[in-house]
């Protein structure tokens, strides 16, 4: 049969062989703790080339060291981290996957040693760190750090970039009131909690013309938090600003409890679609190729993320394939496999 899931995409050019992407996953994989890409990556993305995933994005890449989620993520922050991600990007392109990366700032919920900053002085939990509210000077040396990033990824050849602004880092914090408690123009009004994020956007794109995502939370699960409606109107900035795609999360701004389920957050990559007329990305526990379809061909999201899926079967496009009734190109080295 026809399928969506399996259709081409193309945003600004690149193409996409079909509507299936890896979510960026922290693998905490960098066991030399200098942020460059280890045999682990090596192995890891590429394997989901070959089961014929269209776009892998490699996981949260820190801007600086300060701003890495943990002492073993990758890293973005130095010109020595090129040669590394060239190698990776070549590796992953060579089995006909297109490739990405999520540039990111953890801000209070970093975990290296040393000083950590964030919007306001607000630790994320009581077992975490104060962290130091940001001066003018620490905002516009991440911004800058932010366009570095993604200059080092154009040099490293990746096809899509991703702006790391959900799940209770930096920008998120910028964004949301639970974390943002700022008195000047980064603070306050809604407008003024997306000025970070609307001047990060306009840094990238100033050496980036490729498709620009952004992963967003869109909703804080707290009363005094976010919703996916306040969304709408970043998300038309965002527009505005040349973003082409929204990567559609939620939560871990502030602890809460999350009630889970399939497909609990494609509402609202669904509402911001809608509103905002902006294409998006579902995510959150998609787990079969019924339950993916299903999503694009009811206009809830243009494509489709899948995480923990992926770590379990890094071939799940063939078995959602299977499931839809049609046949996708597999390996030559793996056609016996998928014979029926």
Not at 10 to 21: D, M, Q, Y
Not at 77 to 84: A, K, R
Not at 247 to 273: C, H, K, M
Not at 297 to 315: I, K, Q, S, T, W
Request: aromatic fraction near 8%; proline fraction near 5%.
């Amino acid at each position: 049969m026809e399928t969506m899931l399996f259709s081409p995409y193309t945003i600004r050019g690149v193409t996409l062989k079909n509507r299936i992407v890896m979510s960026p996953m922290c693998m905490y994989s960098c066991d030399t703790e200098d942020g460059k890409v280890r045999t682990w990556h090596k192995i890891h993305y590429p394997t989901r080339a070959v089961g014929q995933v269209g776009l892998i994005i490699v996981e949260a890449t820190a801007v600086t060291a300060q701003g890495r989620i943990s002492a073993r993520d990758l890293g973005i922050w130095s010109d020595e981290h090129v040669d590394g991600l060239r190698e990776l990007v070549s590796l992953v392109k060579e089995h006909g996957a297109k490739i990405g990366i999520q540039l990111a700032h953890a801000g209070r919920k970093a975990e290296v040693e040393g000083e950590i900053i964030a919007p306001s002085a607000i630790p994320f939990n009581e077992k975490t760190r104060t962290p130091k509210e940001m001066t003018k000077t620490d905002i516009e040396e991440t911004i800058q750090a932010f366009q570095n990033g993604a200059r080092r990824a154009k040099e490293a050849g990746f096809d899509v970039i991703e702006i790391h602004g959900a799940h209770g880092y930096l920008i998120n914090e910028f964004l949301s009131p639970l974390a943002n408690k700022r008195q000047d123009e980064y603070g306050g009004s809604s407008e003024n909690r997306y000025r970070f994020l609307g001047e990060v956007i306009d840094a990238v794109r100033q050496v980036w013309d490729g498709p620009l995502f952004v992963r967003i939370s869109a909703s804080d699960y707290h009363p005094e938090g976010l919703t996916a409606k306040d969304y709408i109107p970043y998300a038309k900035r965002m527009k505005e600003q040349g973003v082409d795609l929204i990567d559609v999360s939620s939560g871990a701004v502030v602890p809460a409890t999350i009630n889970a389920y399939p497909g609990y957050q494609v509402p609202f990559a669904e509402l911001i679609r809608r509103e905002a007329e902006i294409a998006t990305g579902a995510v959150g526990l998609i787990t079969s190729g019924w339950q993916a379809e299903e999503i694009l061909r009811n206009g809830r999201a243009d494509l489709v993320f899948l995480a923990r899926e992926l770590l379990r079967n890094p071939y799940w496009p063939y078995a959602a394939a299977k499931e839809l009734g049609t046949t996708i190109p597999a390996p030559v080295q793996y056609e016996r496999g998928w014979r029926f």
